[in-house]
């Protein structure tokens, strides 16, 4: 090279030294690579992030689904397609540019497990040879109770012996498949759903027994209920009973002769008022006198012959506390036990008269107020025991009818009809406190629910006022109902159940006595002292159930369900009131055979148990 080119060479390198006006498009193209890697990588971190979060989300919402679907009961296809369908429901097939994604939903003991697995292929940073990802997530789901109060309202009234779909049966005929047969074993079934346990109940779809309820209270109690409710297991101290009580009954009187006259006549001290000379009464002898001959008098007398019988509205001395102490010693399951009360001067001769009482109790006056707490103070709201021996419906010497029961007092010195325990009495089974699983064994369980026999009329108001009570964190039970041993709080359910509309009738001995007699609910006079059904006194017992619903519904942490049963028996009226009557439409169930009222227990036993995440 000469030297002219050799200048002109480096002159131009001087230059291009100098002169940076391209320089920046190099550098992109340098960095091109690396800032690509970022992005990328960024773009492509985010979207497997969403993928997996999202997929997370569907997994869990599968899992509760799934759980939810199981209920109490085991894990079968049903369950797992409600699971598959809210996973797909939350994630669609090929979201994020997704591959084949496959949940699996299963199901050991009470927990539902599930496990998804997809591919999510990269977009940019496949240019750097990375592959499609795997992403994996689990979930688990179980079924926790909160502290669980269930107060079971019963109605074991004589038509629940008929099969769900007959109107009226024998109440002594109590066959296979009958209402009373159907509801034991839901009541069953729904145990083993809460305390996840086995009983003698068949059928009961209950999965693993892993006992969902560790760590928390879980009590149940009984109110079986038809015309009263017996009250002889609840331990009530004898200070809420009224020491006198008046009963339908009788009590030793005067004997007087017939009045005769004396041959007396004299005139009136003032007209049409006394005789100047009537002699006093004695002990033995009664004088009266009679007009006679316009302003004289004639004086008539009667002898005392010996005592005799006055029926009518007696006051008899009561001491219950004996009886209770009798009380004390039954336990469930045990039979039902009765104790005796003794009446003073109604037997033979006048004598005291011992009489049963198994433990159904009246009261003075209807209230809807669950929480009132008998006070000595306050007569009105003291218990009586009902005594169906010591009742005698007067002017009826055999079995009553509608035309020989008197409603006015009387004398007779024989025997009325007194068999009122075989006539228009029925108390049930005895009602049972909130007692706790290491109570309710199952076989303890199994035992008290299989003594529940059907008989007598329905009384709705009877029921709820002793289930309101028996549930109330306030009132006669406060003290046990308020909190969990270590204060937890308690969520408080009352089941209600019915196979019938409501059914009063004026010679039924009730908590609130003999209607056509004490008229303590309605000061109607009845017509006659009938079995058949008085509507007045039936729209009573519908009213009250009002009041009493909504007594139930006001209490803290309280759900009231209600479930009619039965194709026959309930008119649509009943169970508009009944719906009504339930904490709302969603806790109420129309249950019309067998599986419905199957199928409502184990519905409202997975509505109580709350669903957790376990992961």
Known sequence: MNIKAATQALGLLIRLRRNVAGNTLALAAAAMLPLLGMVGGALDLSRLYMTKVRLQHACDAGALAGRKQMGGGSWDATAQASATQYFWGNFLQGAYGTGTTTPAFTSSGSDVQGTVTTTVPMTVMQVFKFGPKTITVTCQTAMQLPNTDVMFVLDVTGSMACLPNESSCSATNIRSGSKITVLKNAVKCFYEALAQTKTDGTGCATNGYQGINSGSQLRFGFVPYSANV?????????????????YQSRAKTPAWGAWSDTGTIGTWAVQGVSCKNQPADTATQQYQGVTALFVLCKVQTRTLSGSTWLYGP???????????????GYKVPNAPASAIVTLAGIGINYTDRPVLWDGCVEELGATADINQVPDPSKPLTLYGPVLPEAIYMRAATTTPDNASVSRDPSTYSNDYYNNMRGYRYFCPTPAEKLKDTSVWTPTVFDAYVNTLTPSGNTYHDIGMLWGGRLLSPE????SENAATPNGGVIQRHLIFMTDGDAQASPCDYTTYGVAWWDMRTNPKLLASCTINEDTDLTNDVNTRLAALCNSV??????LLWVISFGGQGIVQTTKDRLKTCASDAD?????????????????????????????
């Open 553 to 558: 519904k006001n209490e803290p942490n309280t």
């Open 587 to 615: 806790h109420y169930f129309d249950a019309t055979d067998a599986t419905a009222l199957g199928t409502a227990f184990q519905t409202i036993a997975a509505r109580i148990a709350q669903l957790r995440l376990e992961r």
């Open 475 to 478: 009132g006669m039970f406060a």
């Open 314 to 328: 007696t006051p008899l001395a009561i001491n219950v506390t004996s009886a209770l102490s009798s009380f004390a």
């Open 230 to 246: 017996d009250i002889s297991q609840l331990n009530l101290p004898a200070s809420y009973f009224a020491t006198n009580w008046s």
